[in-house]
């Protein structure tokens, strides 16, 4: 992927939310700040605007000029922490944003003269905070604007993209739905539940809780589960699948995460090859003949 540096906005007063700690809030158990991060880790570096807290990577900290001065003025506060030719920014409220729309928006930059690109949501509209800049122009724009209005507190964001020539990618549908009030929290939660996503969802959590970076094919450890504890006993299904991370581990050890994952891969295919014999043996009982 082209390099790039991201920053990510976490302050503000989350009027809206009684004041609560929006970044800290958690969607499908992490954090929306960690969900965040967690779309841009292979940022050369990233930088958080907002309060210390802790994180599921290690970023850079730092705070606008006043607390509370606004977007534009913690995305100045931000962009004096990078180095790179790109800048990704994102604010830090977004559960459903997605590695494919980093991607878009770093690959639309890569047309010469474009000084940046920035999602639109469905209806059409600008998302300045689910963007990439190139950082010559977007430090230009802000040094002028804090030159023309004395500070960059207070400014609104349309101040600056106005001045910049960038491309608009569509967005996924939820890849800009942000988290402002409760009924948003309420919704992205139920959302994160639903049939069609929950496990993609809840191994994402645990891989993250677990601090561990493993593709493997979740298809091939519910089908062991499911022979397990069809062939065997239905306590077999946790168990076998715990053994087979085991082993995995074993094989894998001081190895890189794509052996890890063929390790899981062939543990799982032996252990779904014995499910199917016990099965078999069981089926034909243990009468003469019985291979």
Known sequence: ?????AIVLAGGAAKRL???DKPGLRVGGRALLDRVLAVCADAGSTVVVGGRRPTVRPVTWTREVPEGGGPLAALGAGARHTVAERVLVLSADLPFLGEATVRSLLAAV??????????????????????????????????????EHGSLAGLPLRLLTAELDLARVPADPMASFDCDTWEDIAAARARIREHGTVLDEWITAVKN????????????????????????????????TFLVGYAAALASSGK??????????????????????WEEETAAGSGPGTP
């Open 256 to 277: 890189s995460p794509e052996d890890a994952a063929e390790a899981v891969a062939e543990a799982s295919r032996k252990a779904t090859a014995l499910a199917l014999r």
């Open 18 to 20: 009684g004041g609560a």
């Open 1 to 5: 992927m082209t390099a790039y540096d």
């Open 209 to 240: 809780e677990l601090g561990i970076e493993l593709d493997v094919d979740t298809g091939v450890l519910l089908d062991l589960a499911r022979d397990a504890a069809h062939g065997v006993a239905r306590p077999a299904a946790p168990l076998t």
């Open 110 to 147: 890569e047309p010469a003269g474009r000084e940046g690109a920035l999602c639109t949501d469905q209806d059409g509209r600008d998302q300045p905070l689910v963007a990439v800049y190139r950082a010559e122009p977007l430090r230009r724009e802000l040094a002028l604007l804090a030159t």
